[in-house]
């Protein structure tokens, strides 16, 4: 998959939620690589905000990036309509510190990026696999978030309130093409003993029933419930009368829990990257949310080149024989056993290192370790195949290598180890000439890694 930006831009204009100013946010295709960020046009020199977890300043009510002196709050609901809806790359022009809150939900964000439309780029979609269970928890709150390794990107989220109008609900999203539909219409929510506070707080400036679920479930005096709604700019309610106060009705019973889940996609888009991993959210909230994603990013730069899935249970995309009519190597120079992943622009192979290679009888006596020029060479052939793969009558052809760059040898491979190779085009084909990044694992650990340059002739 590529990855894509937005076709054009789009501007929304409302007020902020915590300071009650009018604002614009303009959305912006952006180039490759590019990834989220936030532009506060207001200020001098228009400084630029990354949108990644350790650009997080704050929590309360909110996401808050900060760098500098520049911060823009309320960004959440934005990045999930960005992220569900599979764009990578993206600029947010904003005139405030804050996104304007519109309704509350994505749903506007949604509709306005599928007006404009998705664009596909050159370069490739980065996925993180997780591959291994991982985990946040706070004892205080009782919070926690898990992921786990799964095919595609999924949540479910479960919260928990001391409220009889609110106690627990739980949602699902296992799909992100169901994003639109089922999680992006849902609105923020607050509990009446919570305004209070906030506005103490200098929050919700912005705050109303067009824009939040209102739960009103603590009786207080009619002339105390009276005073709040004056101060927020909402009409009278009946001080005993429990439930929701909004002008309009919930979408579905479990709004607030959707809600939530809304919110986690927005907080695991400053990840930097789409991932593949079902998540367990239990009481979630944006400080656990952003403890979460910083953990994700870390795994990430400890894994910065990820080891491709390895299922031996699949039948190989090429065979031996198939990698024979391709390749003139033979015993003991063939060093790729079969293909399990192919594409137009990369390959994964596999070799299964046996203690009967020949070269361990002389590299070394009583210390078997492959030789680095035979890794080399191993890594070529997979690219070789890639290449040969992509031409016509490869069967006609052979890849001569004229070129090797940023060779790094990270660990020994020994007998017992499967090498998987992974070769990537980093330049196209041109006047039989090709460049391609490969490395090789070993587990999860890249042992060798380098860049080849590799010419295709016709055999005489």
Same mark, same amino acid.
């Given at each position: 998959?590529?990855?894509?930006?937005?076709?054009?831009?789009?501007?929304?204009?409302?007020?902020?939620?915590?300071?009650?100013?009018?604002?614009?946010?303009? #959305?912006?295709?952006?180039?490759?690589?590019?990834?989220?960020?936030?532009?506060?046009?207001?200020?001098?020199?228009?400084?630029?905000?990354?949108?990644?977890?350790?650009?997080?300043?704050?929590?309360?009510?909110?996401?808050?990036?900060?760098?500098?002196?520049?911060?823009?709050?309320?960004?959440?609901? /934005?990045?999930? /309509?960005?992220?569900?809806?599979?764009?990578?790359?993206?600029?947010?022009?904003?005139?405030?510190?804050?996104?304007?809150?519109?309704?509350?939900?994505?749903?506007?964000?949604?509709?306005?990026?599928?007006?404009?439309?998705?664009?596909?780029?050159?370069? /490739?979609?980065?996925?993180?696999?997780?591959?291994?269970?991982?985990?946040?928890?706070?004892?205080?709150?009782?919070?926690?978030?898990?992921?786990?390794?799964?095919?595609?990107?999924?949540?479910? =989220?479960?919260?928990?309130?001391?409220?009889?109008?609110?106690?627990?609900?739980?949602?699902?999203?296992?799909?992100?093409?169901?994003?639109?539909?089922?999680?992006?219409?849902?609105?923020?929510?607050?509990?009446?003993?919570?305004?209070?506070?906030?506005?103490?707080?200098?929050?919700?400036?912005?705050?109303?029933?067009?824009? /939040?679920?209102?739960?009103?479930?603590?009786?207080?005096?009619?002339?105390?419930?009276?005073?709040?709604?004056?101060?927020?700019?909402?009409?009278?309610?009946?001080?005993?009368?429990?439930?929701?106060?909004?002008?309009?009705?919930?979408?579905?019973?479990?709004?607030?829990?959707?809600?939530?889940?809304?919110?986690?996609?927005?907080?695991?888009?400053?990840?930097?990257?789409?991932?593949?991993? +079902?998540?367990?959210?239990?009481?979630?909230?944006?400080?656990?949310?952003?403890?979460?994603? +910083?953990?994700?990013?870390?795994?990430?730069?400890?894994?910065?080149?990820?080891?491709?899935?390895?299922?031996?249970?699949?039948?190989?995309?090429?065979?031996?024989?198939?990698?024979?009519?391709?390749?003139?190597? +033979?015993?003991?120079?063939?060093?790729?056993?079969?293909?399990?992943?192919?594409?137009?622009?990369?390959?994964?192979?596999?070799?299964?290192?046996?203690?009967?290679?020949?070269? #361990?009888?002389?590299?070394?006596?009583?210390?078997?370790?492959?030789?680095?020029?035979?890794?080399?060479?191993?890594?070529?052939?997979?690219?070789?195949?890639?290449?040969?793969?992509?031409?016509?009558?490869?069967?006609?052809?052979?890849?001569? #290598?004229?070129?090797?760059?940023?060779?790094?040898?990270?660990?020994?491979?020994?007998?017992?180890?499967?090498?998987?190779?992974? =070769?990537?085009? =980093?330049?196209?084909?041109?006047?039989?000439?090709?460049?391609?990044?490969?490395?090789?694992?070993?587990?999860?650990?890249?042992?060798?890694?380098?860049?080849?340059? =590799?010419?295709?002739?016709?055999?005489?």
């Amino acid at each position: 998959m590529k990855q894509t930006t937005l076709q054009g831009s789009f501007s929304l204009c409302g007020k902020g939620l915590h300071t009650g100013l009018n604002l614009t946010v303009t #959305f912006n295709p952006a180039p490759e690589n590019h990834g989220y960020k936030i532009q506060r046009i207001d200020l001098e020199g228009m400084p630029i905000i990354d949108a990644i977890a350790e650009n997080v300043i704050e929590t309360t009510r909110g996401t808050v990036l900060g760098r500098g002196e520049a911060r823009c709050s309320t960004i959440e609901h /934005a990045f999930a /309509a960005l992220y569900a809806m599979g764009v990578d790359n993206c600029l947010l022009q904003v005139n405030g510190p804050e996104v304007p809150i519109l309704d509350g939900s994505a749903e506007i964000y949604v509709q306005h990026i599928k007006r404009v439309g998705i664009a596909e780029q050159n370069a /490739a979609k980065d996925y993180y696999i997780i591959n291994k269970k991982l985990e946040v928890k706070d004892e205080e709150t009782g919070a926690c978030i898990t992921i786990l390794p799964d095919e595609q990107f999924s949540i479910t =989220a479960m919260i928990a309130f001391n409220s009889k109008v609110l106690s627990s609900q739980f949602a699902t999203l296992d799909n992100m093409e169901n994003f639109e539909t089922e999680i992006a219409p849902c609105r923020t929510f607050v509990f009446v003993r919570e305004i209070e506070q906030l506005l103490a707080a200098g929050l919700i400036k912005g705050g109303d029933l067009d824009n /939040a679920i209102v739960i009103y479930e603590n009786e207080m005096s009619q002339e105390r419930l009276n005073q709040l709604a004056d101060t927020i700019g909402v009409p009278h309610h009946d001080a005993t009368e429990k439930g929701y106060l909004n002008h309009k009705p919930l979408a579905w019973e479990n709004e607030p829990a959707r809600h939530k889940l809304l919110d986690i996609i927005g907080d695991m888009a400053l990840i930097g990257k789409p991932i593949k991993g +079902r998540i367990i959210a239990t009481r979630p909230g944006h400080t656990i949310n952003n403890k979460f994603a +910083r953990l994700i990013r870390k795994e990430i730069r400890a894994h910065e080149i990820q080891a491709p899935i390895y299922d031996c249970n699949k039948a190989p995309v090429m065979d031996i024989n198939r990698i024979r009519e391709l390749l003139p190597h +033979r015993y003991p120079m063939q060093l790729v056993d079969k293909v399990i992943e192919l594409g137009p622009t990369s390959i994964v192979a596999v070799k299964n290192i046996t203690s009967n290679e020949p070269f #361990f009888q002389g590299h070394f006596p009583g210390e078997p370790v492959m030789p680095g020029v035979l890794q080399l060479e191993a890594m070529a052939q997979a690219g070789g195949l890639l290449v040969l793969n992509s031409i016509e009558e490869p069967e006609h052809c052979s890849t001569y #290598f004229l070129k090797i760059d940023s060779v790094k040898f990270r660990k020994k491979v020994v007998p017992g180890d499967t090498l998987l190779f992974k =070769a990537e085009i =980093a330049a196209p084909l041109r006047h039989g000439i090709v460049s391609m990044k490969c490395y090789a694992f070993v587990g999860e650990n890249v042992v060798t890694e380098a860049t080849f340059t =590799a010419q295709i002739i016709k055999n005489r």
